[in-house]
């Protein structure tokens, strides 16, 4: 995964430091009921180059009938991971839905602990396309996606 | 969404009517953990053809910053009723896990009732290709996918 996007320019309201990026996550991710589900946890953040990781906990209920991560609840997973990578980079109140993605699933996963990392590869001024994988407890690589997503203001209220 | 597969012959375990086979997948939907949180209902099944339709219940804990059901969380629904589309046509004890997955977000999904359509559109012995699709009560279209599954043994006692 190469990362091709420029430093961008400081705005108002950007994060300037990975402290204040993590708080961000926290904070948003309180107001996210996906990422309650998934129990996402930031863990590590770079707002200037549209870096995310994310802690999951996958629990029992996410799994299929041979007891492994169900791929498309791992497809929730990455989802997140790679629009936080987006939105770390952009100012207060956008957001960044997806418009398409693709997953690779390398691995079984057992539930319990998942840890995402995404990156933005290239950001224009309404798409972002962005990258991301999974890995278990030991570093053990489960999945893999890519995804397009598109850069609006946030509703101003959720309906 | 074309499907070229020939109507399979019958072997032992196949389900010969539509009846038989909406009995067969909410007995192993009952199985399936993913299928409890998405609340996954068989609605219509043609064993033959590889078709499946499923009714789920999208919760507000699946919803994003914008108050629409997260595109992973769509992701998992049609990953499902597409493993089941191909699982139809198959003797008992088998499992179809994706190996990949392309979701198409075509527009926004509420909370409630979604219904998935999934079609096995080609199946060798050990891989199956399978499209899907998923409308809101209106009949709107919300999302489309593409998967490839491994077709393979049921592990005996899930881990």
């Known amino acids: 995964m190469t990362n091709a996007i420029p430093t961008p320019m400081m705005r108002p309201g950007l994060r300037a430091t990975e402290a204040?990026?993590?708080?961000?996550a926290s904070r948003v991710f309180t107001e996210m009921p996906v990422a309650g589900?998934?129990?996402a946890r930031p863990l590590r953040c770079d707002p200037q180059r549209g870096r995310m990781t994310v802690a999951f906990q996958a629990?029992?209920?996410?799994?299929?009938?041979?007891?492994?991560v169900q791929g498309g609840m791992l497809s929730a997973m990455l989802d997140l991971v790679m629009s936080f990578a987006a939105l770390a980079t952009l100012e207060d109140g956008y957001v960044v839905p997806s418009l398409e993605?693709?997953?690779?699933?390398?691995?079984?996963?057992?539930a319990g602990e998942i840890t995402g990392d995404g990156m933005l590869v290239r950001k224009g001024r309404t798409i972002a396309?962005?990258?991301?994988?999974?890995?278990?407890?030991?570093?053990?690589?489960?999945a893999t996606a890519s995804a397009t997503g598109q850069i609006r203001p946030r509703p101003a209220v959720a309906p």
Chains 1, 2 share one sequence.
């Open 20 to 24: 204040a990026a993590l708080d961000w």
């Open 37 to 39: 589900l998934l129990a």
């Open 59 to 68: 629990r029992r209920e996410f799994c299929n009938l041979m007891g492994s």
């Open 101 to 110: 993605m693709k997953t690779s699933f390398v691995a079984p996963a057992r």
């Open 129 to 142: 396309f962005m990258e991301g994988r999974l890995v278990d407890p030991q570093g053990n690589l489960l």
